[in-house]
């Protein structure tokens, strides 16, 4: 998925990549399900840039934000990429903080072993505290 | 934190969600603004949700959009209205934005 | 302070974009900086120099235009999203330009808020 996301983002190069030395702490909020719009997968474009740029990089994925996690996505019908296997790459970028909220998983009737990946599974107190933790909260 | 929210209460579930989640944040506000000012009337049935959330966190509502939406004579008391230099303020005293999309 | 803004929903479908507009200007008005717009999503839409509107309609394409140039900010369109959606070179409305994700998180680093747009 690497190389073919490369593409995806037009093969940007970091020589603009900023060399102040600040870490601040981004957190990437994703609320939206897969296919049905385009902005999970333009978030995930983002956050793969972001770890260009040593930043303290976390996502949090709440309401139907979780459905981008579970397993067993099959696309090849609707003839669009399953980008699903992406957030099982994302440690190889040292992306590591996933929070998946309770409260949105029992909502839908998922648990933690439905998801694909390795997450933390957080009380929407604790998500809210992590919130307020950031410097910069993107939201999609 | 200052908190987003652009959606009308009655066709979607944001503003519940960002409810749930720092509903009970002390020093959380929250920014209804676009379609989400409907969540700002009299009256409705959402109002008991507001008034609740008003207990903990500071709710504010953009004027200009409420205005545009002829929902001027129908704000909730205690409600705090603020125009676009406003929000430039909210944005400016808290220390980060979530823009609940 | 410095205010960086993302744009993410297109032209007159959503108030989206008028909202970061009046944003951007309020806080331009208030002494503060805007150093950079960022346009993602759909939200690159907002840099055709094909969009007419009607006479009687506000022209959101020029009115970013406008702003851009008396408060020297740096409009920048997403490539990859740019490129999905058929905003190029060819039909770039001038003072935006077209540059990677990376001028957003670059955006987010400097500036001191990131205020976010969309639906």
Redesign the interface.
């Known amino acids: 998925m690497g190389e073919e996301m490369t593409e995806a983002t037009g093969g940007i190069d970091f020589e603009d990549e900023d060399a102040s030395g600040v870490i601040k702490k981004f957190m990437f909020v994703n609320r939206k399900a897969p296919y049905g719009t385009i902005y999970a997968l333009e978030a995930l474009e983002v956050v793969l840039i972001s770890a260009a740029f040593d930043q303290d990089v976390s996502l949090a994925f709440l309401d139907d934000g979780v459905y981008q996690l579970v397993k067993g996505q099959h696309t090849k019908a609707i003839d669009v990429k399953n980008f699903s296997p992406t957030y099982r790459a994302l440690e190889g970028y040292d992306i590591e903080k996933l929070y998946v909220e309770k409260e949105s998983l029992e909502q839908r009737g998922l648990t933690e072993a439905d998801l694909l990946v390795d997450v933390e599974v957080m009380s929407s107190a604790d998500i809210a505290k992590m919130m307020a933790e950031q410097d910069v909260v993107i939201s999609f | 934190?200052l908190h987003?929210v652009?959606k009308s209460p009655f066709e979607n579930?944001?503003l519940d969600?960002c409810l749930?989640?720092?509903g009970?944040?002390q020093?959380?506000a929250l920014l209804l603004?676009?379609?989400a000012v409907f969540a700002a009337t009299k009256g409705s049935i959402i109002e008991g949700k507001i008034k609740t959330a008003m207990s903990t966190i500071k709710v504010y509502a953009l004027w200009?959009d409420v205005e545009a939406r002829g929902m001027q004579d129908r704000v909730i008391e205690g409600i705090k209205m603020v125009?676009?230099?406003g929000?430039?303020?909210l944005?400016?005293e808290h220390?980060?934005?979530?823009?609940?999309? | 302070m410095k205010f960086a803004i993302m744009v993410n929903e297109g032209v007159y479908q959503h108030q989206a974009t008028d909202s970061a507009y009046q944003f951007a200007k309020a806080a331009i008005e208030k002494g503060h900086e805007v150093p950079r717009i960022f346009f993602y999503h759909d939200g690159v839409y907002n840099a055709s120099r094909l969009t007419e509107p009607p006479a009687d309609d506000r022209n959101i394409v020029s009115r970013w235009q406008k702003l851009a140039k008396e408060h020297n900010i740096d409009m920048v369109v997403c490539i990859a999203a740019a490129m999905r959606r058929g905003i190029k070179e060819e039909n770039l409305a001038e003072n935006f330009r077209i540059s990677g994700l990376g001028q957003l998180v670059e955006a987010g680093i400097q500036a001191d808020r990131l205020v976010v747009f969309g639906d």
């Open positions: 934190m987003i652009n579930q944001t969600s749930r989640v720092v009970n944040v020093g959380a603004t676009e379609d200009p125009d676009y230099g929000f430039v303020d944005v400016a220390s980060n934005c979530q823009s609940w999309l």
